[in-house]
């Protein structure tokens, strides 16, 4: 999210988190100071999550208290040592890891006391979103009890592949460009319409 105007827009549909991205190769870098006319058009009901890859602490910490997060997404290589430092500073923490077929579920339990909420993605050649969907039996093989938000091309018509996936520990989705009119600017009728009928199932 990057308008303000197009943030008001989706705020009105009580989304329960909007993130901002703080990846400098991102095509949607909201910029590392924060702006005052974006943070006025977030509703005090949604939360802020804070994306960021491979970013040093530092850099990490001032930017989320120039921003005023409440949660930070972590998408890059960042290690559970590296997890425990942030969420020690306060924060909610979401980890994101990238599924294949190959992928190493084992690797999580490495994770499971720093983190607060996994997020499974498809895996791409570069850092963030991809547009495209994994897999989604593959999450069978996750047994830890840490909740996860199902990301990775999720679209507009995938309400009822939605209703038919169970899992126990499925917490929420990650909606991104499946939604947008451009990068950063979403279509606010088609969120409108998607959060109606998910939270209608």
């Keep these: 999210m990057c308008e303000p105007e197009n943030i008001a827009g989706v705020a009105k ?41 491979n970013e040093s602490a530092e850099q990490l910490l001032a930017t989320a208290r120039s921003w005023n997060l409440n949660i930070i997404q972590l998408h890059g290589q960042e290690t559970p040592e590296y997890c425990r430092t942030i969420r020690n500073s306060g924060f909610l923490i979401f980890k994101a890891f990238s599924v294949s077929e190959s992928f190493n579920f084992e690797i999580l339990k490495e994770y499971g006391n720093c983190c607060d909420y996994f997020l499974f993605d498809t895996k791409g050649k570069l850092p963030g979103g991809t547009g495209k969907k994994f897999n989604w039996q593959l999450l069978e093989k996750y047994t830890l009890d840490i909740p996860f938000f199902l990301s990775g091309g999720i679209g507009p018509d995938d309400t009822e592949s939605i209703r038919n996936f169970r899992h126990p520990q499925l917490f929420g989705l990650d909606i991104n460009s499946g939604f947008e009119i451009s990068p950063g600017i979403k279509n606010v009728e088609k969120i409108k319409k998607f959060i109606s009928e998910i939270r209608s199932k």
């Design 13 to 53: 549909e009580k989304p329960d988190f909007m993130g901002f991205i703080f990846y400098p190769g991102s095509k949607r870098f909201a910029g590392y100071e924060a702006q005052t006319e974006i943070l006025q058009a977030v509703s005090s009901n949604v939360q802020k999550v804070g994306v960021f890859v």
